[in-house]
Nanobody
Framework: QVQLVESGGGLVQAGGSLRLSCAAS????????MGWFRQPPGKAREFVAA???????YHIDSVKGRFAISRDNAKNTVYLQMNRLKPEDTAVYYC??????????????WGQGTQVTVSS
């Protein structure tokens, strides 16, 4: 069955770095766009970054220059490198997969999430 398993979250001080990983199985990973989303405490889930099946990238303005999404099709894994973390980056981070455009909210497979907490 389809699985997306996130890892790499944790507690970090402001200014620090984390790299999130999302291991995929049960579908042809290379054919799917992959996205990272986050849900801060008490707030709605928001889109963070995405990478298309052909390698096209998109990051929201608030993380540009700090976060970088990448993928390794040989390992069926998508990554989110997060640098210069801020307390407002605190959230549960989810990866998701789509066959549609990465900018359309039609992600069909979702992971269970990993907690990222940034202390000030």
């Amino acid at each position: 069955q389809v699985q997306l398993v996130e890892s790499g979250g944790g507690l970090v001080q402001a200014g620090g770095s984390l790299r999130l990983s999302c291991a995929a199985s049960g579908f042809t990973f290379s054919n799917y766009g992959m996205g990272w989303f986050r849900q801060p405490p008490g707030k709605a889930r928001e889109f963070v970054a995405a990478i298309s099946s052909s390698g096209g990238l998109y990051h929201i303005d608030s993380v540009k220059g700090r976060f970088a999404i990448s993928r390794d099709n040989a390992k069926n894994t998508v990554y989110l490198q997060m640098n210069r973390l801020k307390p407002e980056d605190t959230a549960v981070y989810y990866c998701a997969a789509t066959r549609a455009s990465i900018l359309i909210n039609e992600y069909i497979y979702w992971g269970q999430g990993t907690q990222v907490t940034v202390s000030s």
